[in-house]
């Protein structure tokens, strides 16, 4: 076993509620997507690469996903349920468990506050408290360790704006 860099990513910019019958069907604005599309650019410009993207299954994140894929960040896309609002993140850890086994070592998910934030509280601190805020398109980057458990001693890197990326 090795140790993990987690990058937690938010969906983009999506159409407003009221403009959809259902929020499982919100899909990113032409802003959401142009904005997506240069964080993933930045991203790629400083040589990120990931394993695996993992993605909610609600339309927003799975674009987010695509943009990722398409900029040439991984080449491996999957949905993941567990991803979507109100997941629970011991599904998460489970998975994580069988594919640290498999020598992964970059993993992206991408998903919704405030699950995304709550996770990153989690793993560093053993518990939510409310303190950090993921904006749309943002990232937290998290050391997992090498060994033992990582729900309260995974390392935070980075914790990004998307603002930093797009100016």
């Not at 303190?131 to 360790?145: C, E």
């Amino acid at each position: 076993m090795s140790e993990i860099n987690l990058y937690i990513i938010r969906h983009g910019i999506a159409v407003d509620p009221a403009e959809c019958s259902k929020d499982a069907d919100r899909a990113l604005t032409k802003e959401g997507d142009r904005k997506t599309r240069r964080i993933a650019q930045r991203l790629k410009e400083l040589s990120l690469k990931f394993d695996i993207i993992l993605t909610s299954p609600l339309v927003r994140a799975r674009q987010t996903g695509q943009i990722l894929l398409e900029e040439g960040l991984s080449s491996k896309l999957e949905e993941f349920s567990a991803l979507a609002p109100e997941g629970d993140i011991k599904n998460w850890l489970t998975w994580l468990e069988i594919t640290r086994e498999k020598g992964v070592k970059e993993i992206a998910i991408v998903g919704h506050e405030p699950n995304l934030s709550q996770w990153a509280e989690t793993l560093i601190w053993g518990e939510t408290k409310g303190v950090i805020l993921l904006k749309k398109a943002g990232i937290i980057g998290l050391n997992l360790p090498e060994t033992g458990s990582i729900v309260g001693y995974s390392e935070i890197f980075w914790l990004t704006a998307p603002k930093f990326f797009i100016g």
